[in-house]
């Protein structure tokens, strides 16, 4: 069982920049396919960005160039560094992880969740 834990979740003014971490409790990001996800209030879960264990990131067209996924500095970390933040990036994000073949931004395909870190982007 892989347990994982968001941090770096803030209120921040649009324009801003926030960096959230996921630390997971095994060597996740050199043995699975890591993700984040958001959820706004009363709006579905939706993808934002994955990373294989070879570094090979795909992001959600609605990020726009805006965000980052990253491997952090030890072996059981990922970032995600969000740039030029819009008050539509409000959300909950939650850091995931799955070890199946393939890395890409399919929900179901994650079989570990963090609890969420929250993030609010005022105008």
């Known amino acids: 069982q892989v347990q994982l834990a968001e941090s770096g979740g803030d209120s921040v003014q649009a324009g801003g920049s926030l960096r959230l971490s996921c630390v997971g409790s095994t060597r996740t990001s050199s043995d699975y396919c890591m993700a984040w996800f958001r959820q706004a209030p009363g709006k579905g879960r939706e993808a934002v960005a994955a990373?294989?264990?070879?570094?090979?990131?795909t992001y959600a067209e609605s990020i726009e160039g805006r965000f980052t996924i990253a491997k952090g500095p030890t072996k059981n970390t990922i970032e995600l560094q969000m740039k030029s933040l819009k008050p539509e990036d409000t959300a909950m994000y939650y850091c995931?992880?799955?070890?199946?073949?393939?890395?890409?931004?399919?929900?179901?395909?994650?079989?570990?969740w963090g609890q969420g870190t929250q993030v609010t982007v005022s105008s």
């Open positions: 990373i294989d264990f070879d570094g090979t990131a």
């Open positions: 995931a992880a799955h070890s199946h073949w393939g890395c890409d931004l399919g929900e179901t395909r994650y079989d570990y």
